[in-house]
């Protein structure tokens, strides 16, 4: 009889409980969702596009600024992906605090909601925000980085909540979703330096002159307007030979990431005008005879 009385209670407390928690849920969603009238809904759009506008004005302005900062261009852009999460952080808890005007209960029952939506049709989407507060804040990369991103090189042109745009070399915009640095490795060329490096392959015939080749190429980067050269960033050379052919290499810097194509096509156009003064030949077809083989 003291079993069954101790578990009829018990049961009942459970019931009780559960019912009152699940009524009180119900009743602050059900609040919330009454609560978004013509005036909320209007003053939530008004502080959204106002973010929007300033998020665009200070990128605007920074870029501006950091064309004129010389070597602080990069740590100027920097600033950018920062200040568009603080804009739109600041703009979503006002519109929750001071628009919405949530209790504590009611913001319990509002992330609930919002796991909810997150967990049936928007995980992808937190995914890509998730990234990019990862980006911001681990730095894998930064606005004016050279950086490959899955099968895109280029220059990273802006870090949104959602996506970073690249600048490849011809020139197209193209738009990586932020979750890939969660799935994948990400190759930076430069790490936030202005300098990068550059190298630099021609190849040439077997049986040329290969230390010949060398001091031509290393002089022909050396002379470059473009080249950047300290005793952290020197030039090194080096030389590889194939079955019929041989490969002269060049590792330089150039002083401004945006000139990576025109220091490499420099100092190719004038090595190879040296080359051919200097009789160096570029690689011959390798023909093989097949009845001595055989």
Do not use: C, H
Request: charged share 20%.
């Amino acid at each position: 009889m003291a079993e069954n009385a101790t578990g009829n209670v018990a049961g009942n407390v459970a019931g009780d409980v559960t019912g009152n928690v699940t009524g009180n849920v119900t009743g602050n969603i059900s609040d919330l969702i009454s609560s978004l009238n013509a005036p909320v809904v209007i003053n939530t759009v008004v502080t959204l596009i106002l973010a929007y506008l300033i998020t665009r004005l200070l990128t605007f302005a920074l870029i501006r600024f950091s064309e004129r900062a010389g070597k602080y261009r990069i740590t100027v852009k920097m600033l950018i992906p920062l200040l568009k999460f603080t804009v739109y952080g600041v703009a979503f808890f006002y519109i929750l605090k001071s628009i919405i005007a949530l209790t504590s209960i009611q913001l319990v029952a509002f992330s609930g909601v919002l796991g909810a939506a997150v967990g049936f049709g928007l995980k992808d989407l937190l995914a890509e925000v998730v990234g990019g507060l990862i980006i911001t804040l681990d730095k894998p990369y930064q606005v004016g980085d050279k950086v490959k991103i899955g099968e895109y090189y280029g220059e990273v042109q802006d870090i949104g909540l959602r996506a970073t745009r690249l600048v490849t070399p011809d020139d197209s915009l193209v738009s990586a979703p932020n979750q890939i640095v969660l799935n994948n490795s990400v190759a930076n060329a430069n790490a936030g330096a202005p300098e990068m490096m550059v190298v630099v392959d021609l190849f040439i015939d077997a049986a040329s002159d290969a230390e010949k080749a060398l001091e031509i190429l290393r002089e022909a980067i050396v002379t470059s307007r473009y080249v950047y050269i300290t005793d952290k960033r020197p030039i090194t050379m080096l030389l590889k030979d194939y079955p019929f052919y041989r490969r002269v290499r060049a590792k330089g810097y150039v002083f401004d990431l945006r000139y990576e194509f025109n220091f490499e096509s420099d100092v190719t156009r004038r090595a190879w005008e040296a080359f051919k003064k200097a009789g160096i030949e570029p690689p011959r077809a390798g023909l093989v005879d097949v009845d001595r083989a055989s």
